[in-house]
């Protein structure tokens, strides 16, 4: 695709995250695989001013084009298409249920079965650092190995998969089971969780269900 249908789709990307309510403000970025690097939302602009030609071209070196800002997080983009050759997209943002319980800086458990559509059993949570370092780069390299959806703590949710599609997909999937998990620990109660044997079970199931089929 070029870039220029691509920049469209990263701004259409945006666009449909705030519908879902899934951001607000300038919060969150977005972008693709391209060339020797990425395309990537600028930063600190809303996204109903972008257009095509407010996306960044980035090299894998981290080096912009001139005359654009990419977003302030263009070293974690980078880092997951470092760490995950097979992925082409990422999708950051703050929505609301995701970035409360980022703040309790701990996993989701298998509170339900659709955990599997991030590839594994539980959403991992990454340590808390400040946004746009290295530092929270390399603790994203590390939590993304491990899955398509990672909590950023005291921050919000990143995801990636093969597609932009896929990725804003598995956000608001994220975003919904964040929900459910804090109306569960507003319970008091002990929270039951799948076992890693149903949820191996599921793992293998989405492989041939619907849109969670993984193409090679
Ligand atoms: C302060 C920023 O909002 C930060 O939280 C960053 O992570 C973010 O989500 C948006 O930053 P950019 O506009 O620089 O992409
Ligand atoms: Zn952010």
């Known amino acids: 695709m070029n870039r220029k249908e691509l920049s469209r789709q990263i ?71 470092e760490t995950r050759p097979e992925m082409d997209a990422v999708v950051h943002n703050h929505s609301r249920n995701c970035a409360a319980v980022s703040i309790l800086g701990e996993a989701i458990p298998a509170i339900h079965y659709m955990i599997a559509c991030t590839g594994t059993d539980h959403i991992p949570c990454v340590p808390y650092a400040t946004f746009g370092t290295h530092q929270l780069a390399d603790y994203v390299r590390d939590g993304i190995k491990q899955s398509k959806a990672i909590l950023l703590a005291h921050h919000g949710l990143i995801t990636t998969d093969k597609t932009l599609d896929k990725a804003l997909h598995i956000a608001h999937e994220v975003e919904i089971i964040s929900e459910w998990y804090l109306k ?28 969670w089929v993984e193409e090679k």
Not at 17 to 26: E, I, P
Not at 187 to 208: A, C, H, N, Y
Request: proline share 4%; net charge negative.
């Open 11 to 81: 701004i259409s990307t945006c666009l449909e995250m705030t519908k879902l309510g899934l951001n607000q403000g300038t919060a969150g970025n977005v972008s693709v695989r391209y060339q020797n690097g990425m395309l990537i939302t600028p930063t600190g602009t809303p996204y109903e001013e972008m257009t095509e030609d407010s996306i960044v071209y980035v090299n894998k070196n981290g080096q912009h084009e001139d005359g654009k800002l990419p977003s302030s997080e263009w070293q974690f983009h980078l880092a997951v298409y």
């Open 184 to 211: 569960l620990l507003a319970t008091g109660k002990t929270i039951p969780v799948l076992s890693q044997d149903e949820m191996r079970f599921v793992l293998e199931k989405f492989k041939s269900y619907g849109s």
